[in-house]
């Protein structure tokens, strides 16, 4: 009798867990329907392409600095927020974010000078704090905290560039998110700012000649908004210390018949050579190199043409290393003199294999990290390219490190996948062996995971790798809330790594699924070009193809699939939920590029047109851009799928004009209950140095926004427990 009560008792929990996920599905209905977004006004606007009139009716959004454009970011964001804040478990998510979030982060160490140094996070501090120690067993000292930078953690810790000697040091910081730095110089004894702070630095790092200076890269600040304006002739300066910024050399650029959107400068370990990397685009590049040991020396030129990605990791004496995919799209290494630097004389050290080659070098080793079907594998070369041996790695995922000076024993190198937080190993040169030197202490059972790499079809039939990461014994339903996340471009390839938050989805019986789509760099430049300008379209064929598995294989259906991305990714999202607005439930655009038609009037934007073209190239490259912006294929009529548009004020990458006017455009067309709504993060910008704490919260309110939308008024991981019970 017992048991048929509790048999009867089980039941009706059950059924009543099913009816309150019914009546999710209707009081989120009902709330839906009683949004109501703000009102954005329509200013006529008209555009000419090839004799085609194009409106821009919100084109008044791109004015970051007016007022009304401040206003209506203001009107968006408390509606947004007061929706986000009926999410009955959106506190829930941001709490369990945070206690996972709470663990010990370290770096690898590494030597400059008489210290170690390494970067060290003890759980929720929005920055990583910079240490040292001068011997092994001493206490570490903070040497730079960035925690102490602003009050709300806003302003990061960019590059970080040592003199020759170890005592001095140039470090960039980023406020607010912007991509526009500030340089500051310490002398590491005293820890004091020994100069006048240097502005107006944008895309750039740091390399020392010697002691007395270094060289940097920026532009001229543009008239009007620094945040959107564009920025297209990139310089390469010298700073000398104890001068005024005012006084730094120009070194190269500025040509008014030679423009190039990005510029680097670096010198060589031994001091011997600068080197002068220069694109017109984010792809390809001029290289030169002059020789300091005759200050008067003019450039010589190792390539004058930009139709390769070419760049010198090394130098013995006058025996130049470089690293390219010049007639070589997986990429080699190969050396030739300085004197005659030109590719007619290259000879290969490392030849070009079937796997794209990502090399470091340490301890007077190459080590070859080459990506087989996106997971790492590791080679130990000498200078005259003979195979040392094969590095062991701890299982099947993506490792970085192996970096360190020619004269050190020791190399450190990180190991992570989607199911594996990062982990450091240091391995010793002289004998050959790996062991840990820091696993971090997170509550979380990698065992208790699985992540497996599927191949699906997509339109054309190109074969697609994808892995898909879950609990174990996860039931395929078809019912299981997905994330599929994407990028898709410029040749960054996404290799698996660990993230706190995707193990907060998957910990509610999430799946998390990450293609490598075509435009990435995952099988080399042939898979890029693949996904490119006339081509660009694959990129999205792949994307909906990669739904479209998981739903035939009953992972999830399209009433549990939410789609993500930011940047590329975003307009991936923009334009897969504008093509099959039918296929997902939730789309989740992050800082995305989503008007195809003036992206390259902002900021460096000219640049992506290696990737994109540009609509005033011609008239078949305009027609091929129109037919997929996000922006521009947005119908009447359409029951779009829920939407939380995320994006930066302070995003001086991808402007956040582009999120604006796409917002304000599907708000006015959206014919179904979904929302559509924009979450505008006020004093951040494309993403890198956001705060935890900004981080955190971003996070809840994605994962509460999408799995609300996709029916659940409790957390799907308390409905299981409750179900099991």
């Not at 099913?18 to 009902?30: D, H």
């Not at 093509?579 to 995305?592: E, H, M, S, T, W």
């Amino acid at each position: 009798m017992k048991k048929i009560i509790f048999i009867l008792s089980s039941i009706i929990v059950i059924a009543i867990i099913i009816v309150c996920i019914n009546e999710v599905k209707r009081k989120n209905t009902k709330n839906i329907a009683a949004l109501n977004y703000p009102e954005t006004k329509k200013v006529t606007t008209i555009d000419t392409y090839f004799d085609t009139q194009i409106e821009d009716p919100y084109r008044w959004l791109e004015d970051d600095q007016s007022e009304e454009t401040k206003d209506w970011v203001t009107t968006q964001n408390r509606t947004t927020f007061d929706y986000l804040d009926n999410i009955p478990f959106r506190k829930d998510l941001k709490k369990r974010l945070s206690d996972l979030w709470n663990y010990e982060k370290e770096t690898a160490p590494f030597k400059e000078g008489e210290y170690t140094y390494f970067y060290k996070n003890n759980g929720l501090q929005n920055q990583y704090v910079l240490y040292r120690v001068k011997n092994e067993g001493d206490i570490p000292e903070v040497f730079l905290d960035p925690n102490t930078f602003s009050k709300d953690g806003t302003t990061s810790l960019g590059g970080i560039e040592f003199s020759k000697n170890g005592k001095l040091v140039a470090y960039s910081i980023s406020e607010g998110g912007s991509d526009w730095r500030k340089i500051i110089v310490r002398n590491i004894e005293s820890n004091e700012v020994i100069e006048d702070t240097l502005v107006d630095v944008k895309f750039s790092g740091t390399s020392w000649k010697g002691n007395e200076g270094f060289y940097y890269s920026s532009y001229d600040k543009p008239k009007g908004s620094e945040l959107s304006a564009k920025t297209d002739q990139h310089k390469v300066y010298y700073h000398r210390l104890g001068t005024s910024q005012k006084e730094d050399v120009l070194i190269f650029g500025g040509s008014s018949d030679q423009k190039y959107r990005y510029t680097g400068a670096r010198v060589t370990q031994d001091d011997r050579y600068l080197i002068i990397t220069a694109s017109t685009s984010t792809s390809g590049n001029k290289l030169f190199i002059k020789d300091l040991t005759h200050p008067n020396s003019p450039f010589t030129t190792i390539l004058d043409d930009t139709k390769s990605d070419t760049y010198i990791i090394d130098n013995e004496g006058t025996t130049l290393y470089l690293v390219t995919n010049l007639e070589a799209p997986n990429k080699k290494i190969v050396t030739v003199d300085a004197s005659n630097p030109v590719p007619e004389n290259w000879k290969d050290v490392i030849p070009e294999t079937d796997n794209v080659l990502i090399p470091s070098k340490g301890g007077g080793y190459f080590f070859a990290e080459y990506m087989v079907d996106a997971v790492s594998k590791v080679l130990q070369y000498d200078y005259q390219g003979n195979l040392i041996k094969e590095i062991s790695l701890p299982g099947i995922g993506s490792t970085s490190g192996f970096n360190a000076k020619k004269k050190e024993d020791i190399v450190y190198f990180s190991f992570t996948n989607y199911k594996t937080p990062s982990t450091i190993y240091k391995y010793t040169i002289s004998k050959g062996v790996s062991e840990v030197y820091r696993k971090p202490k997170i509550n979380f059972d990698p065992e208790d995971y699985v992540s497996n790499q599927v191949f699906y079809t997509s339109k054309d039939g190109t074969k697609v790798p994808m892995i898909i990461t879950h609990k174990k014994g996860l039931a395929l339903t078809g019912k299981n809330p997905t994330i599929l996340y994407g990028y898709g471009g410029f040749n960054i390839s996404l290799t698996p790594s660990f993230s706190v938050a995707n193990v907060v989805w998957m910990e509610q019986g999430g799946i998390y699924a990450v293609p490598n789509l075509r435009g990435g760099g995952e099988y080399g430049k042939k898979w890029h070009i693949a996904g490119t300008k006339l081509k660009k379209q694959n990129v999205f064929n792949d994307f909906i193809a990669a739904a479209e598995y998981l739903i035939s294989n009953n992972y999830t259906s399209s009433d549990y699939l939410a789609i993500r991305g930011g940047s590329n990714g975003g307009l991936l999202v923009g334009a897969t939920m504008t093509q099959r607005p039918d296929l997902i439930k939730v789309a989740l655009p992050a800082v995305g590029v989503l008007d195809m038609l003036r992206y390259h009037t902002f900021t460096a934007g000219a640049g992506w047109a290696y990737d994109y073209g540009t609509s005033e190239e011609n008239k078949e490259m305009f027609e091929y851009l129109k037919a997929y912006s996000p922006l521009h294929n947005i119908k009447e009529g359409v029951n779009y799928p829920a939407t939380l548009i995320t994006t930066g004020d302070h995003d001086d990458r991808v402007v956040p004009a582009h999120s604006f006017k796409f917002a304000a455009e599907l708000q006015s067309k959206q014919a179904g209950d979904h929302p559509t709504l924009i979450r505008i993060e006020t004093n951040a910008g494309h993403g890198a140095g956001t705060p935890i704490n900004k981080v955190i919260d971003q996070f809840a309110d994605i994962y509460g926004f999408t799995l609300y939308n996709m029916g659940f008024e409790i957390l799907p991981e308390k409905v299981n427990t409750q179900v099991k019970g």
